[in-house]
C-alpha cells in the first residue's frame, strides 16, 4: 500500500510539473506575455485564500482582494489586486478558459477596461491577477437590498446621483466601442452585464470578466457559439448561434436601461406583472403610453435638491438615455445602433435615437435596416 501511495502521489506531481510547463509556454507564446507572480505571495496575502477576503463569484472562478508587496507586484510600491481563481476542472477544459481570457484582455490598453497585472499558477490551479476596483462591481450598488428584500441606499450614496449614472454609461460605451472598432482582431464581450461592470474609487466604470470573450477573424464579423447570461441575450443569437456587435449592443441596451430604471433585467415574480417580466417589456410599454420618464429610479429623485435647471436637464438626460436603450435592445438586429452611433448619442453631439412608440415583433431572418414590424399588442414578442 505504501508503494502504490507513493506512486500515486508520484505520478500526480509529475502531472502537475507538466501542466505547469505546458502552461507557461503557453503563456510565454503570448503578445506581452503578462507578468508571472509567485503563488507564495498570493497565498500569503490572501492568508491562504480565507473566505475574509472573498469578493465573490465572476465567470469561471472565484474572486479575492489581497495587498501584494512591492516585490511580488513588481511596482514601485504595494498594490490592492483582485485575484480570479479558476474553479473548473481544468483537466477537462485544458485550460482553454483560462488561456482564452489571458490571451484578450492581456493586450487590451484602455481606461475603461479592468487591466490585467499578472497571473499564477499551483497545483493544477491557474489564477488572474487583476487591478483592484474599490467599488466592486455595479450590481452590488444599483441593486442593493436590505434585509426585508427592499431596495435600499448604500452608505456611499454615490449611486444615487444622477450624474453618478450617466457617468458610468459614459464610461461602459467607449470601453466596449474600443473591442469592437479600435481593437484589432475584434473582440466580442459576449458577456455585458451590471455584474461585469466594475467601479473604481471615484465611480469610474471600467468593463471586466472576458471569460466568455472571443476575438474575430479580420475576415468575418461573428463568431459561432452561444454564451452570456439570460436577460442580456439578444434575440436572434439562440437562433442563429452567431455572436456579433450587434449581440453585445443589445445585451449594453439592457444594462442602460438597468441603470436609469434600477431595475434588474429579468424581474421577479413577486414584484411585476407577468406582462413586464423582461425589462424591455416594461419600458416600451410606458413609451406607448407617453410616460416614459415614469421609468427612471425613483431613488433619484426621492428627496431631491436639484433646483430647475438641474431637474430639465436630468430629465432630458433620462429620456436620451432610455430612448437609446429602447434602440440598442430592439428586437430586431438592423434596426440597432452602431457603436459609434451610441458613443455620439451618450456625449450629446447628435440628438437620441427616434424609436417606434410600440415594441418591434421579432422578425428572423432579418428584413432590411428600418423595416421593422411593430407588435399589435405593443408587448409580445413574436417570430415571422
Not at 455585458?192 to 471600467?206: E, P, T, V
Not at 457559439?225 to 456579433?244: F, H, N, Q
Request: with cysteine; glycine share 8%.
Amino acid at each position: 500500500m505504501a508503494a502504490a501511495v507513493a506512486c500515486y502521489l508520484n505520478s500526480r506531481y509529475r502531472r502537475w510539473h507538466k501542466d505547469l510547463d505546458q502552461l507557461a509556454k503557453s503563456m510565454e507564446r503570448l503578445p506581452g506575455v503578462p507578468l508571472k507572480i509567485d503563488f507564495a505571495d498570493i497565498n500569503k496575502a490572501t492568508r491562504k485564500f480565507h473566505e475574509d477576503m472573498k469578493l465573490g463569484r465572476r465567470g469561471f472562478g472565484t474572486v479575492y482582494r489581497c495587498t501584494l508587496p512591492a516585490a511580488a507586484s513588481k511596482m514601485e510600491r504595494s498594490m490592492d489586486v483582485a485575484i480570479k481563481r479558476f474553479t473548473r476542472d481544468v483537466q477537462n477544459c485544458r485550460y482553454d478558459d483560462f488561456l482564452a481570457e489571458v490571451s484578450i484582455i492581456n493586450r487590451l490598453r484602455h481606461k475603461n477596461i479592468v487591466p490585467l497585472i499578472g497571473w499564477s499558477y499551483n497545483k493544477g490551479v491557474p489564477l488572474l491577477v487583476f487591478e483592484f476596483m474599490a467599488n466592486g462591481s455595479l450590481d452590488q450598488h444599483l441593486f442593493h437590498r436590505g434585509g426585508s428584500g427592499t431596495r435600499q441606499r448604500n452608505t456611499d450614496g454615490a449611486i444615487w446621483q444622477w450624474a453618478t449614472r450617466y457617468e458610468i454609461i459614459k464610461g461602459v460605451a467607449p470601453g466596449l466601442h474600443y473591442v469592437h472598432h479600435e481593437y484589432e482582431p475584434m473582440v466580442l464581450h459576449r458577456d455585458i452585464k451590471a455584474s461585469n461592470i466594475m467601479l473604481d474609487s471615484s465611480f469610474q466604470a471600467r468593463l471586466g470578466d472576458f471569460g466568455l470573450a472571443c476575438t474575430v477573424s479580420i475576415d468575418r464579423n461573428s463568431v459561432t457559439g452561444v454564451g452570456g447570461t439570460w436577460g442580456y441575450i439578444a434575440p436572434e443569437y439562440p437562433v442563429s448561434r452567431k455572436a456579433t456587435r450587434q449581440t453585445d449592443i443589445y445585451a449594453l441596451g439592457v444594462l442602460i436601461l438597468e441603470i436609469v430604471t434600477g431595475l434588474r433585467a429579468l424581474a421577479d415574480h413577486e414584484v411585476v406583472d407577468d406582462v413586464d417580466m423582461h425589462i424591455t417589456d416594461r419600458v416600451w410599454r410606458l413609451h406607448r403610453e407617453g410616460r416614459l420618464l415614469e421609468c427612471v429610479d425613483a431613488m433619484l429623485t426621492d428627496g431631491s435638491t436639484l433646483d430647475t435647471e438641474e431637474q430639465l436637464d436630468t430629465t432630458d438626460d433620462a429620456e436620451r438615455l432610455l430612448l437609446l436603450g429602447l434602440a440598442c435592445s430592439n428586437l430586431n438586429l438592423p434596426d440597432r445602433p452602431t457603436m459609434p452611433d451610441v458613443v455620439r448619442v451618450i456625449a450629446k453631439s447628435v440628438p437620441p435615437p427616434q424609436v417606434p412608440p410600440q415594441k418591434p415583433r421579432f422578425v428572423w431572418p432579418p428584413q432590411e435596416e428600418g423595416r421593422s414590424v411593430p407588435s399589435d399588442d405593443g408587448g409580445s414578442t413574436g417570430t415571422s
